[in-house]
DNA sequence: TCTCATGATTCACC
DNA sequence: GGTGAATCATGAGA
């Protein structure tokens, strides 16, 4: 009411926020021009004695109806508008024309990219303009009151400090512990729901107090001089200040993820080795096939369930396994002896024929099978040889002058007994270069 | 701290 | 796209 004191001087003339008196107009054509002086004071004096008076009051109440009933009232209130919207609101035209703010812009453009948030996720400003579309859509006036206003202000706030807590201990990721890459997709939509259903209490909210102020302004508007457009530079005032906690909401997301991302990353980029189980997994394997140790992909998935690992991983196994075993193939016949005694013993006496333990002109671990015959204790590990396991990426075609070493230790042995002079089922064999 | 083992990465080749 | 080879990076043990 401060404002529309400002508005009238006591005379009943009107003036500017500088006291200056202004400009009579002309409202009424037909009317003696003392006569509607009379009128115009009768309805400044009502306006200046509501603005004293509690809005609780009954007799407030009906002076507010007799006044928004007089038949000057439009004319009047398009005038104390018109001058309200050349010296108070003009002041802040300057400060509301903005850009959108970079910060929010890239927090928006990094929640998008990391599917937390999406397009049709807009900002506040989404949020606002429900509001307003909502306050705009016909609701009925509700006369509320100042004290609503407060209560639903201090409502809010004390729900945005809560939800902030609260928000913060869900996406805490301050434990430390490593993440694995199953985890990361788990945590990664953590926190996309987590930040969903915050946003959607901050829409909410905002939505709720925007439609608060407008049904304020609006049913002020009928006993003080507000213009549609200055409701509408309210509400844009209200998305600002909402902005403030959206983009507190959007960077702890940030964070959040960014949190996720770099420990995933770290727990990924740090070698572990791998279980003494799996390890045992992968040589058993891989020396049972030694005459093609290139498993199927059948096969790789079969050994990464069983080890815990991922195919990548088991073909990195593979590929290092084999580059080393021909760099180092006087140890890697002992190891060989090893894994073929471990073998030999836990298939002896089940009738197992596909070992030949210590067999072999260099005491070599062979696989008389050719590697077809692998019967590890779970035989659910597909062998296959590479005649046979039908793979587009044949590592060593049949007509390659390369072979894999392992034909070295085989001293003229392949899968049947054949010698690698040609003639075996597996053309592909051939005696290695080493 | 050094050495070795080993998983991961990179690049060229097929 | 799979593979071999070289290389990097890191863990483990002496």
Request: net charge negative.
């Amino acid at each position: 009411m401060e404002d529309g004191q400002r508005m009238y001087s006591q005379q009943g003339g009107l003036t500017n926020m500088s006291g200056n008196v202004l400009p009579q107009y002309n409202m009424g054509q037909d009317e003696p021009s003392d006569q509607r002086k009379q009128e115009i004071g009768d309805i400044l004096q009502q306006i200046m004695t509501i603005t004293d008076q509690s809005l609780d009051e009954a007799q407030a109440r009906c002076r507010k109806h007799t006044l928004n009933c007089h038949r000057m009232k439009p004319a009047l209130f398009s005038v104390l508008c018109e001058i309200k919207e050349k010296t108070v609101l003009s002041i802040r035209n300057s400060q509301e024309e903005e850009p959108p703010d970079p910060q929010l812009m890239r927090l928006d453009n990094m929640l998008i990219a990391e599917g937390v948030a999406g397009p049709e996720k807009g900002g506040g400003s989404s949020a606002a303009a429900n509001a307003t579309a909502a306050a705009s859509g016909g609701q009925p006036d509700s006369a509320i009151e100042h004290s609503d206003y407060r209560a639903k202000l201090a409502q809010i706030r004390q729900i945005y400090h809560t939800e902030l807590e609260k928000y913060e201990q869900d996406l805490d990721l301050s434990d430390g512990s490593e993440i694995k890459n199953s985890d990361y997709e788990a945590k990664l939509a953590q926190i996309r729901q987590v930040y969903q259903t915050e946003y959607g209490k901050y829409e909410q909210a905002c939505n709720e107090f925007t439609t608060h102020v407008v049904n304020l302004l609006r049913e002020q508007s009928r006993t003080r001089p507000i213009a549609p457009k200055e409701i509408e530079r309210m509400v844009t005032i209200i998305r600002k200040k909402f902005a403030a906690i959206e983009m507190q909401l959007k960077q702890s997301t940030c964070e959040a993820v960014m949190i996720l991302r770099s420990r995933f990353l770290d727990a990924r980029r740090k070698r572990r080795n791998f279980s003494k189980q799996a390890t045992e997994l992968l040589n058993e394997y891989f020396y049972s096939h030694l005459s093609n140790p290139y498993p199927s992909e059948e096969a790789k998935e079969e050994l990464a369930r069983k080890c815990g690992i991922t195919v990548s991983q088991v073909s990195n196994w593979f590929g290092n396994k084999r580059i080393r075993y021909k760099k180092n193939i006087t140890k890697a016949q002992e190891e060989a002896n090893v894994y073929a005694a471990k073998s030999a013993a836990a298939h002896e006496g089940q009738g197992a024929a596909g070992y030949n333990v210590g067999g072999g002109q260099a005491g070599m671990y062979m696989n008389l099978n050719g590697g077809d015959n692998y019967q590890s204790s779970d035989n659910s590990i597909t062998p296959h040889s590479r005649s046979q396991n039908g793979s587009p990426h044949d590592p060593k075609p049949e007509d390659s002058t390369d072979s894999w070493c392992a034909g070295a230790f085989m001293q003229g042995l392949d899968g049947d007994g054949d010698n690698y002079d040609g003639s075996s089922d597996e053309p592909g064999l051939k005696r290695p270069k080493i």
